[in-house]
């Protein structure tokens, strides 16, 4: 058995610790390796992607010199995201939790009993470690001595388990009141009763009516009391409202909703060679379509054809600046749910692109944080909510984005021929709403999209 301290082990090296086959009868890549070590078990593309992240994630979680507020930022988000699973993709086993586990458990033995179960502590991390090096679902082989020793009776700290069927409910009343109208009123109802009508009187208000009128007819003065009323006219039916007319849109570049965009994981797409596929934080709410949940945090799963063009290291960690209301693609097997604003140099005319480069990232200001709007100067306004493909703004608008001498990110509606004739504002800087401007590291006079 090696000796080599698992939480620094490199790929291969825990492979051969832990399974029976090599990577050199397996093939070196994680696909191939996974399914050596599962072949009974199918993955989605998705999957595949998620277990590349999940190794990327690995390695920052077993590196000694990263900061202590990141690293525990890391673990809470990896405590958060096993509180609902019990393998990192939910149920299946992958080779991801094979080298999770081996670059984890160092430091879960290290760790006191408050860091394992105190109020604080990251429970669900424990439970994972302690699941993957007992169960057989992941056919590791390791010595007893070498498992991290967990009492599962030993627990500081109880949380209340969350009761799915209340937390539903409470979501359902939220999403009700959201949706109420402001200073609506508000009529209690008995269950398994119907909803009263306007103008129609409820059983309970017949009955006390009823009860009153006999009162009156006991004490001899129901003929005094009864008067006849007078019949009731018919309230004459309001003309419907005309219809407002449709709002029209102009045509301007707020049309585009641009944001600070986190890339938190990027990996080489499974099916194809010259694409990346990024999880990345675009400050969505929870529960928005096309998203998902990854680390404790919302993403998107975006796919660029980065690859060969930037590193894969240049992508891990970093802020972006993303285009998020295009319509979602599949990309080879992969929903892609938003875009990376990237800069190139502007060819020639007739010159053929043949895409060999260079490609540089757009980048926010510095601490610019995942979510924050972005507009050009000059042209504020609100985003649609998804672009219609039909009216192709986005390949309308796009050629007046462009880079200037100073390397600023800038809006040229003189390179765009609808707006032409609307009177020039000339050059918009791109800006983040909280203050700063978006710029490149070198290209000058580039095509940004």
């Not at 502007?346 to 980048?363: C, F, I, K, S």
Request: charged share 25%; with cysteine.
């Amino acid at each position: 058995m090696s000796t080599e301290n698992p939480n620094s082990a490199s790929f291969s090296s825990i492979i051969q610790r832990f399974f029976s086959f090599t990577t050199a009868s397996s093939g070196s890549d994680i696909l191939s390796v996974s399914h050596s070590a599962y072949p009974d078990i199918h993955y989605t593309d998705n999957e595949k992607v998620v277990i590349n992240s999940w190794i990327t994630t690995s390695e920052q979680l077993a590196r000694q010199d990263e900061d202590q507020a990141k690293h525990a930022e890391r673990l809470g988000s990896l405590n958060l995201h096993l509180s609902t699973r019990t393998t990192l993709l939910g149920s299946k086993p992958s080779i991801a939790d094979a080298v999770l586990y081996a670059r984890l458990s160092p430091a879960v033995k290290t760790w006191l009993d408050e860091e394992r179960t105190g109020e604080r502590g990251y429970h669900h991390v424990v439970r994972y470690v302690d699941f993957v090096q007992n169960s057989p679902l992941f056919g590791l082989s390791i010595p007893q001595d070498d498992k991290v020793a967990i009492n599962p009776n030993d627990v500081l700290f109880i949380h209340k388990p969350l009761d799915p069927k209340e937390e539903k409910e409470r979501k359902k009343k939220e999403k009700a009141l959201a949706a109420a109208p402001s200073g609506a009123s508000q009529t209690s109802l008995v269950v398994g009763q119907p909803k009263p009508q306007e103008g129609v009187k409820s059983k309970n208000e017949n009955s006390d009516t009823t009860s009153s009128v006999t009162k009156d007819i006991l004490a001899g003065t129901a003929g005094d009391t009864q008067a006849a009323q007078p019949r009731k006219e018919k309230k004459d039916k309001a003309a419907k409202q005309p219809k407002a007319p449709v709002k029209e849109t102009i045509l301007s570049p707020c049309l585009i909703d641009l944001r600070v965009g986190h890339i938190l994981q990027a990996v080489p797409h499974p099916n194809a060679d010259s694409l990346y596929v990024s999880t990345i934080a675009c400050g969505d709410p929870p529960g928005t379509e096309n998203t998902s949940e990854f680390n404790g945090q919302v993403v998107r799963t975006v796919c660029s054809g980065l690859n060969g063009l930037i590193p894969l290291s240049e992508l891990q960690d970093r802020k972006i600046v993303a285009v998020c209301n295009l319509k979602p693609v599949t990309m080879r097997g992969v929903k892609s749910a938003a875009m990376v604003l990237a800069a190139s140099p502007r060819l020639a005319p007739g010159t053929v692109d043949n895409h060999a480069g260079p490609v540089e990232l757009v980048n926010p200001p510095m601490g610019a944080k995942a979510g924050e709007r972005i507009h050009f100067e000059g042209w504020e306004g609100e985003p649609e909510g998804v672009l219609n493909p039909k009216k192709k703004v986005w390949e309308t608008l796009q050629p007046g984005f462009t880079t200037t001498e100073d390397l600023r990110v800038v809006f040229d509606d003189g390179a765009v021929e609808q707006l032409k004739g609307e009177g020039r504002k000339g050059l918009g800087k791109l800006v983040v709403v909280s203050g700063g401007e978006c710029k490149v590291t070198t290209l000058k006079g580039a095509v940004v999209r």
